[in-house]
């Protein structure tokens, strides 16, 4: 007897089995956005900051910043110096109001309160210390000072989604140098956050209790040593990695190079100034301008040349970063439109008192200015993800 073969049928391929494994339909895979597109954004928005003192709008700002920094930050150590900035920004504007107490706040018809007026000598004509406050004064002392934490909470934002390290990369060999000092710098405060974190953790597991002034001498001590270990690493692996190392470059070749930077540069100061000047015609603002800007391009081409520099996966500009930076300059244009639309919705005058007003552009330029929360795709974890554990079924083994 013989046994007849089962002809097996392969069922037809799924095709949403076929697609890319572990990615739903619809869902974006999480990566780091670059570095500059941020910057470009968070720069925009501080444009916008910049050309309005309108409590509204400003506010607007802050919220839209805070909304696309807790939608896209990681778990990186420089994603926690975000709240930082925001109380920076808040001592920023009662030291301006306070400012506006103590050397007058008397010039407005709503006098909130009258204080002593300290007396000074004839050499200090125009300043005036304490006297009555009143409220146009003290409104407007507040609006200069939410304008300019607006603008730090903006960079803040910048510091807090943008990878440093990564931002380094795209630093031209030129520029190599002051690169690597200005992100340094800008890596400073988060370390800082971390640091001040780390040692307020510590003391909690050893049972300290201390708080406020009586604590700061038991966290401020290891933060510096922290800062000490954390720079003396650094320098050595800067050093380990060959840099502010260059090839040995001619003395000629050197001085063409100094001599076309400096040239370009002081042609792109005179052709801005000859744009910027009201009694000249501004024709040949341009053309210095552009020259300028050729010959400082050409020096930097030719000083990177000496600069050796091997770049590991390097970052591209992709559709998210277009969108992300293009963002932040609409943003920024959008509110300079809404200043030669309307120039009073920008300024509202404190004296006589009115209602700060938002106009259509102003509106669009913050609606803008968040799109980065859902634009930008979700940023990647910095610790892997553990494996879940397999249940057994109820009853029995597995």
């Given at each position: 007897?013989?046994?007849?073969?089962?002809?097996?049928?392969?069922?037809?391929?799924?095709?949403?089995?076929?697609r890319?494994?572990?990615?739903?339909?619809?869902?974006?895979?999480?990566?780091?956005?670059?570095?500059?597109?941020?910057?470009?954004?968070?720069?925009?928005?501080?444009?916008?900051?910049?050309?309005?003192?309108?409590?509204?709008?400003?506010?607007?700002?802050?919220?839209?910043?805070a909304?696309?920094?807790v939608?896209?930050?990681?778990?990186?150590?420089?994603?926690?110096?975000?709240?930082?900035?925001?109380?920076?920004?808040?001592?920023?504007?009662?030291?301006?109001?306070?400012?506006?107490?103590?050397?007058?706040?008397?010039?407005?018809?709503?006098?909130l309160?009258?204080?002593?007026?300290?007396?000074?000598?004839?050499?200090?004509?125009?300043?005036?210390?304490?006297?009555?406050?009143?409220?146009?004064?003290v409104?407007?002392?507040f609006?200069?000072?939410?304008?300019?934490?607006?603008?730090?909470?903006?960079?803040?934002?910048?510091?807090?989604?943008?990878?440093?390290?990564?931002?380094?990369?795209?630093?031209?060999?030129?520029?190599?140098?002051?690169?690597?000092?200005?992100?340094?710098?800008?890596?400073?405060?988060?370390?800082?956050?971390?640091?001040?974190?780390?040692?307020?953790?510590?003391?909690?597991?050893?049972?300290?209790?201390?708080?406020?002034?009586?604590?700061?001498?038991?966290?401020?001590?290891?933060?510096?040593?922290?800062?000490?270990?954390?720079?003396?690493?650094?320098?050595?692996?800067?050093?380990?990695?060959?840099?502010?190392?260059?090839?040995?470059?001619?003395?000629?070749?050197?001085?063409?190079?100094?001599?076309?930077?400096?040239?370009?540069?002081?042609?792109?100061?005179?052709?801005?100034?000859?744009?910027?000047?009201?009694?000249?015609?501004?024709?040949?603002?341009?053309?210095?301008?552009?020259?300028?800007?050729?010959?400082?391009?050409?020096?930097?081409?030719?000083?990177?040349?000496?600069?050796?520099?091997?770049?590991?996966?390097?970052?591209?500009?992709?559709?998210?970063?277009?969108?992300?930076?293009?963002?932040?300059?609409?943003?920024?244009?959008?509110?300079?439109?809404?200043?030669?639309?309307?120039?009073?919705a920008?300024?509202?005058?404190?004296?006589?008192?009115t209602?700060?007003?938002?106009?259509?552009?102003?509106?669009?330029?913050?609606?803008?200015?968040?799109?980065?929360?859902?634009?930008?795709?979700?940023?990647?974890?910095?610790?892997?993800?553990?494996?879940?554990?397999?249940?057994?079924?109820?009853?029995?083994?597995?």
């Amino acid at each position: 007897m013989t046994d007849r073969a089962a002809t097996v049928v392969a069922p037809a391929p799924d095709p949403v089995a076929t697609r890319r494994p572990g990615r739903a339909p619809g869902v974006r895979l999480p990566r780091g956005l670059h570095p500059g597109a941020w910057w470009l954004w968070a720069l925009g928005l501080a444009t916008a900051a910049s050309h309005t003192t309108n409590p509204l709008l400003l506010g607007l700002l802050v919220a839209v910043a805070a909304l696309v920094v807790v939608r896209r930050r990681g778990d990186a150590p420089w994603a926690l110096a975000f709240r930082m900035y925001v109380w920076l920004g808040a001592v920023v504007v009662a030291m301006r109001v306070l400012f506006r107490v103590v050397f007058g706040g008397g010039q407005g018809e709503h006098v909130l309160v009258r204080l002593p007026e300290i007396p000074l000598p004839a050499w200090a004509a125009g300043i005036r210390l304490f006297g009555p406050v009143a409220a146009e004064q003290v409104l407007g002392g507040f609006a200069d000072g939410l304008r300019l934490a607006t603008m730090l909470i903006c960079l803040g934002a910048a510091n807090a989604l943008a990878n440093p390290k990564r931002l380094l990369k795209a630093v031209p060999g030129a520029l190599y140098a002051v690169g690597t000092a200005v992100v340094v710098a800008l890596s400073v405060a988060p370390q800082l956050v971390e640091s001040v974190l780390r040692v307020r953790r510590a003391r909690r597991l050893r049972g300290a209790s201390g708080r406020g002034f009586r604590a700061l001498r038991g966290i401020a001590l290891p933060v510096l040593a922290d800062a000490l270990d954390r720079s003396l690493a650094l320098a050595a692996a800067m050093d380990s990695r060959g840099y502010g190392r260059t090839d040995a470059v001619p003395a000629g070749h050197r001085a063409a190079t100094g001599a076309l930077v400096l040239g370009g540069l002081v042609g792109v100061c005179a052709g801005t100034y000859a744009l910027l000047d009201s009694s000249g015609t501004g024709r040949s603002g341009l053309p210095m301008l552009v020259a300028g800007l050729a010959t400082a391009v050409a020096g930097m081409l030719l000083a990177g040349r000496r600069v050796r520099r091997s770049r590991y996966r390097p970052d591209r500009w992709r559709s998210a970063e277009l969108l992300v930076a293009g963002a932040g300059l609409a943003t920024a244009a959008l509110t300079v439109l809404a200043g030669t639309v309307d120039p009073a919705a920008l300024y509202p005058p404190v004296s006589p008192l009115t209602w700060p007003e938002l106009t259509a552009p102003a509106v669009l330029a913050v609606a803008v200015a968040a799109a980065p929360a859902w634009l930008a795709p979700p940023p990647p974890p910095t610790a892997p993800a553990r494996p879940p554990v397999p249940s057994s079924p109820p009853g029995g083994h597995p």
